[in-house]
């Protein structure tokens, strides 16, 4: 089973990606670290903490971490994901708290315990790990892989080049990108594809509580649902990845975060065209969407099973 960190910013489709991870047979959530994105470090951390225990986790550390951009002012997504983070969604307040210190630290001390052995996947903005390789630029070794959901080779949504998680805090990016590892980057050129149709949310509503509480308002929430179109789910795409690797075509690239443009700061730069470089990335560049949705409408089947 493959053990995975997994720092993000709880968030409707974080949500959903967590809940794909504990419900999959093929993934062990060891930790879960957050960061300022979609909504503030308050409520992204909340969001964890109520998470972890309607999930049924409740020993699985959730450390905060940074509030927000390394040089910039925090933006959020609270238009898209609601003032709380999970739209529509109401579970119970956490009874455990956060774990003690700093996501940074946590992460480092982490991968140091078993090198080579914990994949760490960011699915929000990538304050938290620029910190942790700056701090400690040994994580790029200790890494089992780096995956992230954010960037795209073709278009925007925080703006019509940039991408929400990469925009969030682009000198971050820019630093994650330049550590010396492989970035795996599952972008909107994928999830974007990967869409909650009438055919997904009908089955959702027949998982009990589970559904009713948490999937079908996860869904709802985003957009309008109809038999061939929805919401997308994008940072689920990225814990699928983890799961099942063959899903998701991937390219080599050459991968660089615009920093500095007038129209184009959060843009990833991705050029397919090697010559005599070396890739600091697999792009994700297409999914198959049939078996991403058996996947996850299976891992949420066998939490749904476990739920009173």
């Known amino acids: 089973m493959k053990r995975i960190l997994i720092d993000c910013d709880p968030g409707i489709d974080d949500a959903l990606a967590i809940t794909l991870a504990h419900g999959s047979s093929q993934v062990e959530i060891i930790g879960i670290t957050t960061v300022g994105g979609n909504v503030s470090l308050a409520k992204t951390t909340e969001n964890a903490l109520r998470l972890r225990e309607f999930l049924g986790f409740p020993e699985v550390p959730v450390v905060p971490g940074s509030a927000g951009a390394l040089l910039r002012p925090r933006i959020d997504a609270a238009e898209v994901h609601g003032d709380s983070g999970l739209g529509q969604v109401r579970l119970p307040a956490p009874t455990l708290p956060p774990a003690d210190g700093h996501a940074v630290d946590f992460i480092i001390d982490t991968l140091a315990s078993a090198p080579g052995e914990i994949s760490l996947v960011a699915i929000g903005p990538l304050t938290n790990v620029a910190l942790a390789v700056r701090k400690e630029p ?59 149709t009438t055919a997904v949310v009908d089955r959702m509503r027949q998982m009990g509580r589970l559904g009713a509480d948490l999937l079908v308002p996860c869904a709802e929430f985003y957009g309008m649902v109809t038999a061939d179109d929805g919401p997308a789910i994008h940072d689920a795409c990225a814990i699928a990845y983890l799961i099942d690797p063959t899903l998701i075509e991937i390219q080599q690239a050459v991968v660089e975060v615009e920093t500095a443009g007038r129209f184009t700061s959060g843009m990833t730069v991705v050029d397919f065209h090697l010559r005599d470089r070396a890739p600091n990335a697999l792009v994700g560049t297409a999914i198959d969407t049939r078996r991403f949705w058996d996947l996850m409408l299976g891992a949420y089947e066998r939490i749904a099973a476990t739920m009173a």
Not at 138 to 167: H, K, M, Q
Not at 169 to 175: K, Q, S, Y
């Open 138 to 196: 040994r994580i790029v070794d200790w890494a089992r892989e780096f995956v992230i959901l954010g960037g795209s080779y073709t278009r925007g949504n925080y703006s019509p080049a940039a991408e929400f998680n990469i925009v969030a805090d682009p000198e971050a990016a820019a630093i994650v990108f330049a550590a010396g590892w492989t970035v795996t980057m599952i972008g909107l050129d994928v999830s974007r594809t990967a869409l909650a």
